[in-house]
């Protein structure tokens, strides 16, 4: 996850000197993620997801996520925890005046944590991530967001971790 950082770090900075005159952008976001073991069961720990992002180009946008999720409510396990970022390309298709569908695509890194009966098991996973939603125009300098993500899709414990997130993003 550091290196995530520190990558999503350098192309926010490389971006921002290549002189697009457009707004940046801070997106705070409820999500609920979606975790399905190898047995074909489910797990879904509600959470926060923060995005920052900044144009590149008219209808293209470069974007990093940071989320996390926790769930304590099922007898099967004590506690289970996600954590999840990653850098993204965003392109953009206008819907009429307020509104626009997007889609995303580019690299994620994924630490999930379950608790047993006071034994702790981790799994950490890295790959491709991609994703669509939506945007509307509620202000000049705010929009209502709504998307879908695939974060990571693997064998494993856990096989295929995605979210759904709505939430509020504000330009700057």
Not at 42 to 48: A, D, F, R, S, Y
Not at 52 to 62: E, F, K, S, T
Not at 85 to 110: D, M, Q
């Amino acid at each position: 996850m550091r290196y995530l950082v520190l990558i999503t770090t350098f192309f926010l900075s490389l971006a921002s000197s290549t002189g697009v005159p457009a707004s940046s952008y801070i997106t705070l976001e409820g999500t609920s993620v979606t975790v399905q073991d190898n047995l074909d069961s489910e797990l879904n720990p509600m959470g926060l997801r923060f995005r920052v992002g900044m144009p590149l180009a008219d209808n293209l946008d470069i974007e990093a996520h940071f989320g996390f999720g926790g769930d304590d409510r099922d007898s099967a396990y004590d506690e289970f925890n996600a954590t999840y970022g990653g850098l993204f390309l965003k392109g953009y298709v206008p819907i009429g005046f307020n509104s626009a569908f997007y889609a995303l695509g580019g690299y994620s890194g994924v630490a999930l944590s379950q608790t047993v009966n006071g034994n702790e098991f981790t799994d950490k996973r890295y790959g491709f991530s991609y994703g669509a939603g939506l945007e509307t125009k509620i202000s000049e300098r705010t929009d209502l967001t709504a998307d879908y993500m695939r974060y990571v899709r693997d064998e494993g414990l856990f096989k295929d971790i995605s979210a759904i997130s709505f939430g509020i993003k504000f330009y700057f």
